[in-house]
């Protein structure tokens, strides 16, 4: 799960990890109060969306003005700033063409910067421990540091029978060239950052910038956190942050009823029982020239009603042309399966073709099911046969 900027730093304030003053606001009106109340003369109003790159994304009301993020050095700019980005779409590269509409927004006090750095904190799975990732190059996307600066990319394993120990945290901080009182509060930071990692069951802490200020301070300007569904459920604080507006449709629709689902660019729709099975499924669809549409899991334990909800969301998608439907039952029994399809299917008025590949727990009964049904579905013998199959009949589908 994903939560916004200002969010994040609510958490990692508690952790002690230092933020700049701010406040969200949801209308101008509180973009202009929330300035009020921090004073000064300098502040940062900030679009709050689920992408990254907000800075130098462009509105599509003016593809040619200023981005997501402005610096404004008065009241009268702040509340210029609030029009520009509320109730309007904002693209950048992580959002897609489509960009997302800004309905919130977070106004931070000004922050005097010496020096921009970069740090994140996350699972690395092959090593099987927390990793941390630092860089000199702040501001920048982590990967086109790798690409271009790879040699500054600083990068540290922590056990987790140890947990972060404080001279994981000084490695990181001489590495990015740190000394005297910001030498120590980068400690610090480090140490606050893991914290809240661990106990909050974050999937990532990212920090771009992570800020040097003239005086010697240490600060997150800008903070992403993410967060594993599977442990949500001891988080109920985090679960309130759940921002169901930025989340796709289809997603949404399948995480309330427990599927795994992913949309993607192409146009043969999947649905598989199993992440393993899925994956090798949308790889043979591409290896017989074809483009998987979605991930799709059903899992182990899908009733009828959740078939025939999965069969739903792929069919949702207008660039579907085809559908795979692959099934290995072990848990997951054929015939329930072949139940949803053909529920979902009839309810539908199905207009694409539907190779469906079964195998295991009750197959037989499933394809009687299906064969009674009187919809076109092909069947397939296994799974090269079935990819073979959608690709061509997509083809032929687009043709026609």
């Known amino acids: 799960m994903n939560i916004h900027e200002y969010q994040a730093k609510v958490l990692l304030n508690k952790y002690g990890v230092e933020t700049p003053k701010g406040f969200p606001a949801m209308s101008v009106e509180e973009a202009v109060e929330a300035a009020n109340k921090l004073g000064g003369s300098t502040w940062v109003v900030k679009s709050q969306i689920h992408a990254g790159g907000r800075g130098a994304g462009k509105f599509t009301n003016d593809p040619e003005g200023k981005g997501g993020v402005r610096v404004v050095n008065s009241i009268d700019e702040v509340e210029t700033a609030a029009k520009a980005m509320l109730g309007n779409v904002l693209v950048t590269k992580q959002t897609g063409p489509e960009g997302k509409e800004v309905q919130r927004l977070y106004v931070e006090q000004g922050c005097d910067i010496a020096r921009e750095l970069y740090c994140s904190v996350l699972l690395d799975r092959a090593s099987s421990r927390v990793l941390f990732m630092a860089s000199t190059e702040g501001g920048m996307d982590i990967e086109e540091v790798a690409e271009k600066y790879p040699e500054k990319i600083i990068k540290i394993l922590v056990d987790p029978a140890t947990g972060?120990?404080?001279?994981?945290?000084?490695?990181?901080?001489?590495?990015?060239?740190?000394?005297?009182?910001?030498?120590?509060?980068?400690?610090?930071?480090?140490?606050?950052?893991?914290?809240?990692?661990?106990?909050?069951?974050?999937?990532?802490?990212?920090?771009?910038?992570?800020?040097?200020?003239?005086?010697?301070?240490?600060?997150?300007?800008?903070?992403?956190?993410?967060?594993?569904?599977?442990?949500?459920?001891?988080?109920?604080?985090i679960m309130d942050m759940r921002d169901e507006s930025e989340e796709d449709a289809n997603e949404k629709e399948a995480k309330d009823n427990e599927l795994s689902y992913v949309r993607l660019d192409g146009n043969i729709g999947c649905m598989v029982n199993g992440a393993g099975l899925a994956m090798a499924t949308m790889d043979t669809i591409k290896l017989c020239g074809g483009e998987p549409a979605n991930f799709l899991d059903v899992g182990g334990g899908a009733t009828k009603e959740r078939v025939t909800t999965a069969f739903k969301i792929i069919l949702s998608d207008p660039n579907v042309k085809g559908i795979l439907v692959n099934i290995f039952g072990g848990i997951m029994r054929c015939d329930v399966i072949a139940e949803g399809v053909v529920a979902a299917a009839k309810e539908i008025s199905l207009s694409v073709p539907l190779v469906v590949r079964l195998e295991g727990t009750n197959v037989e009964k499933g394809k009687k099911i299906m064969a009674a049904s009187g919809l076109p579905i092909i069947s397939a013998d296994d799974l090269g046969d079935a990819a073979r199959k959608v690709v061509e009949a997509t083809k032929e589908s687009m043709v026609a």
Do not use: Q, W
Request: glycine share 6%; proline share 3%; aromatic share 10%.
């Open 164 to 237: 972060m120990m404080p001279f994981h945290a000084r490695r990181i901080a001489f590495g990015l060239g740190l000394e005297g009182d910001a030498l120590k509060k980068c400690v610090k930071f480090m140490m606050a950052m893991y914290k809240a990692f661990v106990e909050l069951d974050a999937s990532i802490v990212e920090i771009n910038p992570l800020v040097v200020t003239g005086s010697g301070d240490v600060i997150a300007l800008d903070a992403k956190m993410n967060f594993d569904d599977n442990a949500l459920y001891r988080h109920a604080d």
